[in-house]
């Protein structure tokens, strides 16, 4: 009876292990998809940006002020596209060492929630897997990061 229930118990782990070990290169192009995202960014990547967001993409967070948090601000996929080619005509880069953290938070087949963690705040985003490919659907965002 012992020997059954340690036997069951290692087959369970050795399917664990097994079903992790299949996910983790989708996991590592979920984490991809969205380093993309904040590298354009960071670096006023038009390019990366469209290999990341969806023409659908619906972006909206909010910017803390000195009296709270504002009225939500929205960015479409085109406004994606023109915040970062405004980044790389006036220069403004962030710093070298800005934050630029992933977490991916949960994974099914077509679909995944990630965190980003970024100059200007934390991101919460959600992907979808169109012809093999992920794309950032969703954003919502707050910042600027809290000390």
Not at 45 to 64: P, T, V
Request: hydrophobic share 40%.
């Amino acid at each position: 009876m012992k020997n059954s229930i340690l036997t069951i118990f290692f087959l369970q782990l050795m399917l664990i292990f097994h079903v992790n070990a299949q996910n983790a290169p989708e996991k590592e192009a979920v984490r991809q998809t969205c380093m993309k995202y904040i590298e354009g960014f960071y670096e006023g990547d038009e390019s990366k940006l469209r290999e990341a967001l969806a023409e659908s993409l619906n972006k909206f967070g909010f910017w803390k002020q000195d009296d709270g948090f504002g009225d939500p601000i929205y960015m479409s996929y085109e406004g994606a596209l023109d915040y970062a080619k405004n980044v790389r005509e006036k220069k403004e880069y962030p710093p070298a060492d800005a934050p630029r953290e992933v977490e991916v938070m949960d994974m099914k087949e077509h679909i995944a929630a990630a965190k980003v963690t970024a100059w200007w705040g934390e991101d919460y985003i959600l992907l979808s897997k169109k012809s093999g490919k992920w794309m950032i659907e969703q954003v919502i965002w707050e910042g600027p990061l809290t000390k």
